[in-house]
């Protein structure tokens, strides 16, 4: 039906590639292409049967994406390289009039802050070339925004309050290590927390709002208040929330390691210059951290994602919880990459299918709440994510 070029070749390009081969009817052809081209050819040996080409792309170079582009063709461009190349990737799907996909917000590498606005403002000229980008189809961003829309859709005349938790109850068995890239996670999780309420943002300190939350089939485990950038685009597209809140769940020992990383300035984007050369603390960190890719192996428990929402239905107050709950050993067995990369990689290839089944596919810069929510949240269930719906019940929050 289509052919696909996914650019990024780590733990969540590593699902993408096997998701997408083992679905030939929709990816007819497949490119994976990253800065090093070994780790490309060995995700294109572990899926086998030469389903997958290779090519070593620098997407920070636009002209050297649109030659790639322009050489094999693709209908569509999955991006699950860094945040840091969302813009130059975005300009050369425009050049080339290609359909794009993303699974994180841009970041500009010089500065530990993300939001929607540099990207939201491609969206005339995607219009105008007639093409579409899909904004966020991970997990969270991603399915988190979809069952929202979802439960607005099916469930609800109004949500009023929302609350995204997201439990990772797994063990890798490492004294730290984070599940996908330490840079984006650090900078992601040591920031101050924000949410929304009453018409505003709210900021807090870093982990400053935190209690324990009940996960399915987990137990109770300490949450933690912080930003994440789907709560941007949601108050944005259902204006009737009047809270929107996103808590992650994280053990002591985590938390520790953090603040010691912060507290000796590791987790720095500040170049210092060490031994004649200038190095950026956060990114030697990232060179000396377990490869996120590489936890799978001994990687036991299970992650529970999901959206719990209280708003009207009827003239009554309705809640409803809904998430998926994934298994790192399960995940491992069918890729070879643990919970964290399969609850992203998943979503973005359902996503790619949307767009060349021709049921996502409209002219301009969308994040995935704006299309329709059924036919992603049917497939990405037969994919391997089976969500669970619970109503009326305590939300806890
Ligand atoms: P990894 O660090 O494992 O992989 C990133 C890949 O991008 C690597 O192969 C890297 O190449 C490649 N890359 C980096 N810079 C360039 C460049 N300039 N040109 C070409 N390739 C480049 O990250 P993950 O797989 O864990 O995460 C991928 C993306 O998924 C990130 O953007 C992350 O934020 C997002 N994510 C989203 C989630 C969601 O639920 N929405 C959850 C988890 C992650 P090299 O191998 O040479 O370093």
């Given amino acids: 039906m289509g052919k696909v070029l996914i650019i990024g070749a780590g733990g969540v390009g590593t699902v993408v590639a096997h998701k997408m081969a083992a679905n ?24 086998g049967g030469n389903k997958i080409k290779t090519a070593k792309v620098d997407a920070n170079n636009v002209p050297e994406l649109v030659k790639l582009i322009e050489s094999f063709k693709p209908d569509i461009v999955v991006n699950v390289a860094l945040p840091y190349q969302d813009l130059t990737i975005m300009e050369a799907c ?8 993303d699974t994180a917000n841009y970041e500009p590498e010089n500065e530990a802050k993300f939001e929607y606005s540099w990207q939201w403002a491609y969206h005339e000229r995607f219009k105008e070339a007639g093409i579409t980008a899909i904004l966020g189809c991970g997990f969270d961003p991603g399915v988190t925004s979809i069952y929202t829309a979802y439960a607005a859709k099916h469930h609800f005349d109004e949500i009023q309050y929302l609350d995204i938790v997201d439990c990772n109850a797994g063990d890798h068995g490492k004294a730290f290590a984070t599940n996908f890239n330490p840079e984006i996670n650090i900078r992601e999780v040591t920031q101050k ?14 982990h400053e709002i935190h209690k324990p939350l009940n996960y399915p089939n987990i137990g109770p485990k300490e949450s933690y208040l912080i930003y994440h950038e789907e709560l941007e685009s949601l108050v944005k597209n259902f204006p009737t929330l009047k809270r929107a809140r996103f808590w992650m769940t994280f053990g002591q020992e985590y938390l520790t390691h953090l603040r010691v990383i912060q507290n000796i300035g590791m987790a720095s984007i500040e170049p210092v210059v060490y031994e004649g050369k200038e190095i950026v ?22 992650t529970s994602i999901g959206c719990r ?37 998943v979503p973005a290839m359902v996503g790619a299918m949307m767009y060349l089944k021709g049921l996502w596919k409209e002219n301009g810069v969308f994040n995935v709440e704006e299309f329709n929510p059924d036919p992603f949240l049917k497939e990405v269930a037969e994919q391997g994510l089976p969500w669970i719906e619970l109503h009326d019940v305590d939300l806890e929050l």
Avoid at 25 to 45: H, N, V
């Fill in 24 to 47: 030939p009817g929709i990816f007819t052809d497949i490119m994976l292409a990253s800065r090093t081209k070994s780790k490309c050819d060995a995700i294109a040996e572990a899926v």
């Fill in 94 to 101: 425009l050049q080339t009039k290609t359909a794009y996909l």
């Fill in 193 to 206: 927390g924000k949410f929304w309420e009453d018409g505003q943002w709210k900021l807090t300190e870093p």
């Fill in 281 to 302: 603390p956060i990114q030697f960190l990232k060179a000396v951290l377990p490869n996120p890719g590489e936890l799978g192996e001994n990687y036991t428990g299970e």
């Fill in 309 to 345: 929402i209280r708003g009207m239905k009827d003239g009554k107050e309705k809640t409803y919880y809904i998430y998926n709950n994934c298994s790192h050993e399960v995940a491992y067995k069918e890729t070879g990459a643990q919970g964290v990369s399969y609850t992203t990689g």
